[in-house]
Structure formats: structure tokens, C-alpha cells
């Protein structure tokens, strides 16, 4: 049988539009269960809205609409959104579905004819945008919510009651066993300190509103909204509808949540799973809150950061990048795009981008295309491949504790060996020794850097890990691969296919002037044959200087020598160079150009030679040139000014 595994989204209001908050926890969502399903679970994971409560029934006045119609409406954007940063999602609940209607009833209900729901009337400071109440020891400054500091409603009302104390100390001894019950550790501490206070019985119904479920048997009063949106993680997995779908994922689920809601996951959630008899969650993660650079995110200071906008300026994928790996999961973070630009530039383009298209190039240029079969026993061969069976382990155990900015470290860290692999072995010069057993296992070996890199990756950046996947030649997608089936050395015999850029550069210039839009990709550039390094004694010791083409000739016995008469200013000279197909004689007289001034003369076609022109050129496969442009200065320096 499959290990289950279950992961839930909070439910978001619809009364605003998706932002970063939003973005972030179900993209972290969708990467664990990405990963999850490549380890071989079956996952499910749920996100969804929540319609209910006095903040959507007041935002719909507000627009003049009628609650539903604005849910109806809204609701769209989140879709949507998923949508463009490529979620997964198995669900998507909304609180006003019927089968969610049904559930909520059915729990009120059970609760009520066992007593541990009962009526009283509450008095108290309620914060209307919360849908809250405050208890006075809580308040802020001038009677206002500690969370969002707007001012508190005195509020009375006859109300339903959940005898949410008669389970605390059933709850503390689950905690006590279960230290991964609330992760990260501060937060467990936290929840903790607040199981061990004062928990009170909770107000479950309100009589002053309308939008809501209403109660059976007592229709003036609906669900509290808070006490309705927690049920819609046991809904959708079929609590009433289908027990076998319920018992497959409950209570194998983990609620990540941001850290304002917690007491709601971690506190009345369990105590109402265990008043209804259910289990525990085995785990509420928590994230920290993001602020946009460095100050708090909100509309009035209109700098909340609209993820649709990410999305299209920067790719959805680098997008999900940045979020998972600019800060430690469950710490607060600070989101700029200049931060975004700076590791889409670094990581995905110059680290993931340069090590695809080098070994690309370098498989097609000298292995015909065609993943090489590994051998000899180079000990740097086997390091790299046991850093890449290494770092599987240390993603899947950082992945255990939802550490996603450890998992992309190892990740890039393996790239990055990758990268130095390259410099270290120089397969180029591999190539021009003639080592070609050596070479073939060079290339096994960063080829499959890449197959593995493909894998790991694809959680945090599907599409791209796929358009990777596609370009190493490999079948089907890597989404549905199983990392567990791993074997290094699988991927030879695969013929890779046309190298495309995958996270093209954005210039920085062109961005800080805000045209950031279309970073325009870089052309492949074949990895050069490389020479070896020299010291600046060793460059000096070519004497280059301007020199004026006074004449060329051609020479009846070469296809490619111009016979150039050259004046350096100090003195004329006869120099060969092998432009002819590029130049008409009467194009080169009277240009400047630079010319190699101490070089050995020679005999060229039967013409003696006495240095060298310059020119940049490209070659084809036979070495002869396909493109040349001379080097000339750019303006008209005197004749025989030295080159440095
Ligand atoms: N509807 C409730 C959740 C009910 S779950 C049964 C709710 N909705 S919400 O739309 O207001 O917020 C949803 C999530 O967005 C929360 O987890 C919250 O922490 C998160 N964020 C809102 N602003 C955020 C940031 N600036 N940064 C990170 N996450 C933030 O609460």
C-alpha cells in the first residue's frame, strides 16, 4: 500500500485580492506535495476559500453585491492564480459548497447532543475585521485589536458555546508525545505556554450576522466563521461523504498555516477533533509573514505585491524559487525584486543555465549528441556522484521538516560542484590531448549532474525542470519520476535535444530603468577551447601595435592570403593574413588595424611574412573560419601606438 500523505492550504478570505501571503503558502504547499508524490506517496492537497463571516458580508455591501454574488466573483482570483504559478492542487473547497454546508451541520450538531456544545450569552471587545473577540488582558492601546489595531465593538449576544477546556488536558498529553505536532519548535513552545494558561470554552455561533451556515434547529444564529472554515480540511477528504477517502488521509495531514492562525490550528482545531472523537493532525507548519522591502505590506501604502505581477515579469517558476529560498521556512522575510532579479541572475541563470547549456554544447560538440557511457575510475568522477546520492538523503531530510531554503542550498550546492567540475576536468582540452575515454566519462558524469539536478529541482520549479528534462533528451516529465529510482549512470545512450535558454539574464541596467520586460535570452555560446594561463610578463611579450593597410594583393598560389603592405609609422613591412574571403582588396587599403609586431617572420605561400593581423573570427567544424571582423582601434591613434 502507498504511504498517504495530506496537505492543506489555510482557506482564504475572498473579500481581497491574492498577494504574496497567499503566493507563498500554497506554493510551499504545492512543492511538498510535489515532492512527496516523487517519493511515492499518494499526496492530496487541498486549498480553497473561505466565503463565510461578517468581512465578506461586508465587503459585498460595500460593492453593492449580494454575499454570494461576490464570492462567486472573487473566489476566480485565487483559481486563477494557481493557475499561473503551476499548483497542483487535487481541491479546491469553498465554504459555501453544500458538501461543506452538510459537514459543518453534522459536527455542530454531533457536538450539541453530547453536550460539549451548549448555549450561553457572551458579552465582550470584538474585532469586526477579525471576526474576533479580544479578551481586555489582550487589547491594545485605546481599546484597539492587537492584531490589525483597529478599534474594538463592545458586542453581547446570545451565543453557542464549544466546551473547548474539557479537552486542553487531553490535547497537552498528545503534544507532550508529539513535539512535531507544531513546527517550527518556537511555535510548539508557544502553543504550549497557551495550552497551560487560561483556555476558555469558545463562542461557536453568531446571532449578528447573516452570511453564515445556519444552525440546526435554531436558524437565528450561523456557525462562528472560524469554527466553520477549520472543518473544511475534514470535508473535503469525504468526513461524511466517503469514510474510506476520510480514513486514507486523516490523520496523515499537515495544515500550514502563517503564524497569525496558529492558535486557531493548534489549539481549537485538535479540541474540536478530539470533542467529535477524531485525531490530531499530525503537524501544523507555520511560516513567518513577509515584508516588501522592509516595511509592512499594506493597501494603504500600496505596496502589497500582487504574485500575478511576479509571475508575468519574472517567470512563475523563479518566483517560486525566491520565496522558498530567500528565507529559513517559519522565519519572517523580506521580499524586494531586486533580491528576486539578483538570484534569478545568480542561481537559476548563471548556476543551473550555465552548467545545462556548457555540458549541452560540450555533448553535442564532442560526443555527437549523444550522452556518453561512463568509465575509468577517476576519483573526482566518484565524488561528484556520491555528492549527488549524498544530497538526495539531505533534501529528503530537510524536506522532513519542511526546511525548503536547506533543501535548495544542497541542491545548489550540487549544481555548483557541477559548475567546478567543469573548470577542474576541462573537458576542451580533453579534446584537443585526444583523452576521449576521459572525456566520454566527463560528460557521463555532468550529464548526469543534470538528469539528477532535474529531479531535484522539479519540485520548486516544475516547468522548468521539465524544459530541462526535455532538452537532456529524457522521456516524459520528471514530475513523474521517482526519486527513490535514481540510479547514477541510467542516462547514458540518451541523445540530448537542442540546447534553449532556461532562465535567460536580465540586465540590470535595462531593469533599473524598468524595462524589464522581455529579458531578452542570450545566444547558446559554444565552451571555447580554453589555453593556459598566462602572467602579464608573458602577455607583455607581445608587442601589438597599430599599424595602416597600404595595399593588398592577392596571391595566385592561396585561396585565403591577402600579400598586406603595412606602415607601423616607424616602418613598412610585408605581413600575410588569411582574409581573403572575408575583404576585397580595395575594402582593406587605408584601414587601421592591429597587427602583431614581434612575431617571427615565416614563409607563407611562398611570401615571406613579418607578423601578424588581428582579427576575431568564428570556426566550423573543420577549423576554418565562418565569420571574421579585423581589430581595429576606434578612433585614428598614431601609427605604431603599442597595444596593452
Ligand atoms: N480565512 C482565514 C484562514 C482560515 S483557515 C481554516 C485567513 N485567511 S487570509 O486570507 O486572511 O490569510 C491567509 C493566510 O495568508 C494566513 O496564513 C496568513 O498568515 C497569510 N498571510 C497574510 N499576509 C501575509 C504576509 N504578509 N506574509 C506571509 N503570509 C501572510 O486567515
Given at each position: 500500500?502507498?504511504?498517504?500523505?495530506y496537505?492543506?492550504t489555510?482557506?482564504?478570505?475572498v473579500?481581497?485580492?491574492p498577494?504574496?501571503?497567499?503566493?507563498y503558502?500554497?506554493?510551499?504547499?504545492d512543492?511538498?506535495?510535489?515532492?512527496?508524490?516523487?517519493?511515492?506517496?499518494?499526496?492530496?492537497?487541498?486549498?480553497?476559500?473561505?466565503?463565510h463571516?461578517?468581512?465578506?458580508?461586508?465587503?459585498?455591501?460595500?460593492?453593492?453585491?449580494?454575499?454570494q454574488?461576490l464570492?462567486?466573483?472573487?473566489h476566480?482570483n485565487?483559481?486563477?492564480?494557481?493557475?499561473v504559478?503551476?499548483?497542483?492542487?487535487?481541491?479546491?473547497?469553498?465554504?459555501?459548497?453544500?458538501?461543506?454546508?452538510?459537514?459543518v451541520?453534522a459536527?455542530?450538531?454531533?457536538l450539541m447532543?453530547?453536550?460539549?456544545?451548549?448555549?450561553?450569552?457572551?458579552?465582550?471587545w470584538?474585532c469586526?475585521?477579525?471576526?474576533?473577540?479580544?479578551?481586555?488582558?489582550?487589547?491594545g492601546?485605546?481599546?484597539t485589536?492587537?492584531d490589525?489595531?483597529?478599534?474594538?465593538?463592545?458586542?453581547?449576544?446570545e451565543?453557542?458555546f464549544?466546551?473547548?477546556?474539557?479537552?486542553v488536558p487531553?490535547?497537552?498529553?498528545?503534544?507532550?508525545?508529539n513535539?512535531?505536532?507544531?513546527?517550527p519548535?518556537?511555535?510548539?513552545?508557544?502553543?504550549?505556554?497557551?495550552?497551560?494558561?487560561?483556555v476558555?470554552?469558545?463562542?461557536?455561533?453568531?446571532?449578528?450576522?447573516?452570511?453564515?451556515?445556519?444552525?440546526?434547529?435554531?436558524?437565528?444564529?450561523?456557525?462562528?466563521?472560524?469554527?466553520?472554515?477549520?472543518?473544511?480540511?475534514?470535508t473535503?477528504?469525504?468526513?461524511l461523504?466517503a469514510?474510506?477517502?476520510?480514513?486514507?488521509?486523516?490523520?496523515?495531514?499537515?495544515?500550514?498555516v502563517?503564524?497569525?492562525?496558529?492558535?486557531f490550528?493548534?489549539v481549537?482545531w485538535?479540541?474540536?477533533?478530539?470533542?467529535?472523537?477524531?485525531?490530531v493532525?499530525?503537524?501544523?507548519?507555520?511560516?513567518?509573514?513577509?515584508?516588501v522591502?522592509?516595511?509592512?505590506?499594506s493597501?494603504?501604502?500600496?505596496n502589497v505585491?500582487?504574485?500575478?505581477?511576479m509571475?508575468e515579469?519574472?517567470?512563475?517558476?523563479?518566483?517560486r524559487?525566491?520565496?522558498?529560498r530567500?528565507?529559513?521556512?517559519?522565519?519572517?522575510?523580506?521580499?524586494s525584486?531586486?533580491?528576486?532579479?539578483?538570484?534569478?541572475?545568480?542561481?537559476?541563470?548563471n548556476d543551473?543555465?550555465n552548467?545545462?547549456?556548457?555540458?549541452?554544447?560540450?555533448?553535442?560538440?564532442?560526443?555527437?549528441?549523444?550522452?556518453?557511457?561512463?568509465?575509468?575510475?577517476?576519483?573526482?568522477?566518484?565524488?561528484?556522484?556520491a555528492?549527488g546520492?549524498?544530497?538526495l538523503?539531505?533534501?529528503?531530510?530537510?524536506?522532513?521538516?519542511?526546511?525548503?531554503?536547506?533543501a535548495?542550498k544542497?541542491?545548489?550546492a550540487?549544481?555548483?560542484?557541477?559548475?567546478?567540475?567543469i573548470?577542474?576536468?576541462?573537458?576542451?582540452?580533453?579534446?584537443?590531448?585526444?583523452?576521449?575515454e576521459r572525456?566520454?566519462a566527463?560528460?557521463?558524469?555532468?550529464y548526469?549532474?543534470?538528469?539528477?539536478?532535474?529531479?531535484?529541482?522539479?519540485?520548486?520549479?516544475?516547468e522548468?525542470?521539465?524544459?530541462?528534462?526535455?532538452?537532456l533528451?529524457?522521456?516524459?516529465?520528471?514530475l513523474?519520476?521517482?526519486l527513490?529510482?535514481?540510479?547514477?549512470?541510467?542516462?547514458?545512450?540518451?541523445?540530448?535535444?537542442?540546447?534553449?535558454?532556461?532562465?535567460?539574464?536580465?540586465?540590470?541596467?535595462?531593469?533599473?530603468?524598468?524595462?524589464?520586460?522581455?529579458?531578452?535570452?542570450?545566444?547558446?555560446?559554444?565552451e571555447?577551447?580554453?589555453?593556459p594561463?598566462?602572467?602579464?610578463?608573458?602577455?607583455?611579450?607581445?608587442?601589438?601595435?597599430?599599424?595602416?593597410?597600404?595595399k593588398?594583393?592577392?596571391?595566385p598560389?592561396?585561396k585565403?592570403?591577402?600579400?598586406?603592405?603595412v606602415?607601423?609609422?616607424?616602418?613598412?613591412?610585408?605581413?600575410c593574413?588569411?582574409?581573403?574571403?572575408?575583404?576585397?582588396?580595395?575594402?582593406?587599403?587605408g584601414?587601421?588595424?592591429?597587427?602583431?609586431?614581434?612575431?617571427?617572420?615565416?614563409?607563407?605561400a611562398?611570401v615571406?611574412?613579418?607578423?601578424?593581423?588581428l582579427a576575431?573570427?568564428t570556426?566550423?567544424?573543420?577549423g576554418?573560419?565562418?565569420?571574421?571582423?579585423?581589430?581595429?582601434?576606434?578612433?585614428?591613434?598614431?601609427?605604431?601606438?603599442r597595444?596593452?
Amino acid at each position: 500500500m502507498k504511504k498517504t500523505f495530506y496537505i492543506t492550504t489555510p482557506i482564504y478570505y475572498v473579500n481581497d485580492i491574492p498577494h504574496i501571503g497567499h503566493a507563498y503558502t500554497t506554493i510551499a504547499c504545492d512543492v511538498m506535495s510535489r515532492y512527496k508524490r516523487m517519493k511515492g506517496f499518494d499526496a492530496h492537497f487541498l486549498t480553497g476559500t473561505d466565503e463565510h463571516g461578517q468581512k465578506i458580508q461586508a465587503a459585498a455591501e460595500a460593492k453593492g453585491m449580494t454575499p454570494q454574488e461576490l464570492v462567486d466573483k472573487i473566489h476566480v482570483n485565487f483559481k486563477e492564480l494557481w493557475k499561473v504559478l503551476n499548483i497542483s492542487n487535487d481541491d479546491f473547497i469553498r465554504t459555501t459548497e453544500p458538501r461543506h454546508v452538510r459537514v459543518v451541520q453534522a459536527m455542530f450538531k454531533k457536538l450539541m447532543d453530547q453536550e460539549d456544545i451548549y448555549k450561553g450569552s457572551y458579552e465582550g471587545w470584538y474585532c469586526v475585521p477579525c471576526e474576533t473577540y479580544v479578551p481586555e488582558s489582550g487589547m491594545g492601546g485605546n481599546r484597539t485589536c492587537p492584531d490589525c489595531g483597529r478599534p474594538l465593538t463592545m458586542m453581547r449576544e446570545e451565543s453557542y458555546f464549544f466546551k473547548a477546556s474539557k479537552y486542553v488536558p487531553q490535547l497537552i498529553e498528545h503534544y507532550e508525545k508529539n513535539l512535531q505536532g507544531v513546527m517550527p519548535r518556537a511555535r510548539y513552545n508557544e502553543i504550549m505556554s497557551f495550552l497551560r494558561g487560561d483556555v476558555r470554552d469558545q463562542s461557536v455561533s453568531r446571532t449578528t450576522l447573516k452570511w453564515g451556515i445556519p444552525i440546526p434547529g435554531d436558524e437565528k444564529h450561523v456557525v462562528y466563521v472560524w469554527f466553520d472554515a477549520l472543518i473544511n480540511y475534514a470535508t473535503a477528504v469525504g468526513y461524511l461523504d466517503a469514510p474510506e477517502m476520510f480514513q486514507k488521509y486523516w490523520p496523515v495531514v499537515r495544515h500550514m498555516v502563517g503564524k497569525d492562525i496558529i492558535r486557531f490550528h493548534c489549539v481549537i482545531w485538535p479540541l474540536m477533533l478530539l470533542a467529535l472523537g477524531n485525531n490530531v493532525p499530525v503537524s501544523v507548519v507555520a511560516h513567518g509573514w513577509w515584508t516588501v522591502d522592509g516595511e509592512k505590506m499594506s493597501k494603504s501604502k500600496g505596496n502589497v505585491v500582487d504574485p500575478f505581477k511576479m509571475a508575468e515579469l519574472y517567470g512563475a517558476d523563479a518566483f517560486r524559487y525566491f520565496l522558498l529560498r530567500e528565507v529559513p521556512f517559519g522565519n519572517d522575510g523580506d521580499f524586494s525584486e531586486s533580491a528576486l532579479v539578483g538570484r534569478i541572475n545568480s542561481d537559476l541563470a548563471n548556476d543551473l543555465g550555465n552548467l545545462l547549456n556548457r555540458t549541452l554544447q560540450m555533448i553535442v560538440n564532442y560526443a555527437g549528441g549523444v550522452a556518453p557511457k561512463g568509465g575509468g575510475d577517476d576519483p573526482l568522477d566518484a565524488e561528484v556522484r556520491a555528492l549527488g546520492e549524498a544530497t538526495l538523503g539531505l533534501v529528503d531530510k530537510t524536506m522532513e521538516t519542511f526546511s525548503y531554503d536547506e533543501a535548495l542550498k544542497h541542491i545548489w550546492a550540487f549544481i555548483g560542484r557541477g559548475n567546478k567540475y567543469i573548470d577542474e576536468t576541462m573537458p576542451w582540452k580533453l579534446r584537443k590531448e585526444d583523452q576521449g575515454e576521459r572525456l566520454n566519462a566527463v560528460l557521463h558524469t555532468l550529464y548526469e549532474v543534470l538528469r539528477l539536478s532535474a529531479l531535484l529541482t522539479a519540485p520548486y520549479i516544475p516547468e522548468s525542470a521539465e524544459k530541462l528534462w526535455k532538452q537532456l533528451g529524457l522521456p516524459g516529465s520528471p514530475l513523474t519520476e521517482k526519486l527513490d529510482d535514481f540510479r547514477w549512470g541510467e542516462g547514458a545512450g540518451t541523445k540530448v535535444a537542442k540546447a534553449e535558454v532556461l532562465f535567460p539574464r536580465i540586465d540590470l541596467e535595462q531593469w533599473r530603468r524598468g524595462q524589464v520586460q522581455p529579458p531578452s535570452a542570450p545566444e547558446a555560446t559554444v565552451e571555447p577551447e580554453h589555453e593556459p594561463q598566462i602572467d602579464i610578463e608573458g602577455f607583455r611579450s607581445v608587442e601589438m601595435r597599430v599599424a595602416r593597410i597600404l595595399k593588398a594583393e592577392e596571391i595566385p598560389k592561396s585561396k585565403k592570403l591577402y600579400k598586406l603592405e603595412v606602415d607601423l609609422g616607424y616602418e613598412k613591412r610585408t605581413i600575410c593574413a588569411g582574409i581573403k574571403p572575408f575583404f576585397k582588396p580595395e575594402e582593406l587599403t587605408g584601414k587601421r588595424v592591429v597587427v602583431v609586431a614581434n612575431l617571427k617572420s615565416a614563409k607563407l605561400a611562398g611570401v615571406e611574412s613579418n607578423g601578424m593581423v588581428l582579427a576575431a573570427s568564428t570556426r566550423d567544424a573543420s577549423g576554418a573560419a565562418e565569420s571574421l571582423a579585423l581589430i581595429a582601434p576606434t578612433s585614428d591613434v598614431p601609427l605604431g601606438s603599442r597595444v596593452s
